[in-house]
């Protein structure tokens, strides 16, 4: 290849990857905006409460943050799960079960809020903390057992004398609550202020916790913690939305596993179900051998060579 001709290519693919991180970023700015359209909310100290906060987003955004339009599957799960002669969530699940076939966990690489969170607060250093491999692969499983435990079990089988449960996910542990729902709620009411206690403190532990690991381990909450991440990643061999690699075109540079935030090696883990679509290796790419593809009706087989 003539140095002319490589030059344009470079020159053509950093254009490409500008035009598509560019999209992309509009995108998760709107959806932001679209999950938190109440703006007045943050100025008030209220929460919205019209029609549109009965509809359930497909991303972790508290149903407490003074801007949210609409309400989180993940407290809707425990609510329904919790209430006094509870009903099957059909609703919930039927909303969780059409975005993990149609998106997967490309709700978590482009339009989950708490996700641009984590992408934010990674940008502060370049310094990383690598987690040795078998650390990480059983910290991985962490997400399944909060998913299980303190979303599906406790508030569906732990009852008071009512037969109500407590919410125990967002109660407890959520931090996307606590930095959107509890922290602004609580500044702007001075009721709340003086009302805060062991539980709310514990919450700004807990995120702290989260807000210092996502500074060093990118994407720290959703590759070891986030219920919802947990769920999706049940649909990663059949969702529409996937990455796909032609490793006939790759030239085996390594690039894309260098800017990967799941820290996987898109060569040999593109159908991961810890993959969030990110597109970052597709961008990378400069084989182009990498790219986010929709597909219906077929099942993603397993490319992990691990
Ligand atoms: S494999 Fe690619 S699309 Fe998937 S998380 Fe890593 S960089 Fe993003
Ligand atoms: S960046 Fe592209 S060419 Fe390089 S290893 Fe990854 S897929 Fe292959």
């Known amino acids: 290849m003539s140095g002319m001709h490589r030059d344009r290519l470079n020159g053509n693919g950093i254009r490409r990857e500008k035009q598509r991180r560019t999209v992309r970023n509009v995108i998760r700015i709107a959806s932001l905006f679209l999950f938190n359209g109440y703006l007045t909310g943050f100025r008030n100290g209220r929460i919205f409460t019209g029609r549109t906060k009965s509809v359930c987003v497909p991303v972790l955004n508290c149903y407490s943050c003074p801007g949210a339009l609409g309400a989180c599957p993940i407290g809707s799960l425990q609510a329904a799960l919790g209430t006094s002669g509870g009903r099957f969530p059909f609703y919930v699940l039927g909303t969780l079960m059409l975005f993990g076939a149609v998106l997967g966990r490309l709700t978590c690489g482009l339009l989950c809020p708490f996700g641009l969170i984590q992408d934010l607060l990674a940008k502060i250093t370049s310094k990383r903390i690598t987690v040795p491999k078998k650390t990480d692969r059983l910290l ?25 449960s407590v919410p125990w996910f967002c109660k407890y542990i959520c931090p996307a609550g606590t930095l959107e729902g509890g922290i602004p709620l609580t500044l702007a009411d001075r009721a709340l202020r003086e009302m805060t206690g062991p539980l709310f403190w514990w919450k700004v532990l807990l995120l702290a916790a989260v807000i210092a690991g996502s500074v060093f381990i990118e994407r720290f909450f959703c590759r070891y913690l986030c219920p919802l991440g ?13 990455m796909k690699i032609d490793s006939s075109a790759c030239i085996s ?33 400069p084989a182009e051998a990498v790219s986010l593809r929709f597909s219906l009706f077929s099942v993603n087989a397993l490319r992990e060579k691990d």
């Open 253 to 285: 540079c390594g690039k894309c596993g260098s800017v990967c935030p799941m820290a996987l090696d898109p060569v040999r883990q593109i159908s991961s179900a810890e993959c969030i679509l990110c597109g970052r290796c597709a961008d990378i790419c």
């Open 140 to 164: 991985r499983y962490l997400k399944y057992a909060v998913l299980a435990l303190f979303v599906i079990i406790l508030p569906a089988f732990f009852r008071d004398d009512f037969g109500s």
């Open 230 to 242: 947990a769920f999706y990643s049940l649909f990663s061999r059949v969702s529409a939305a996937r």
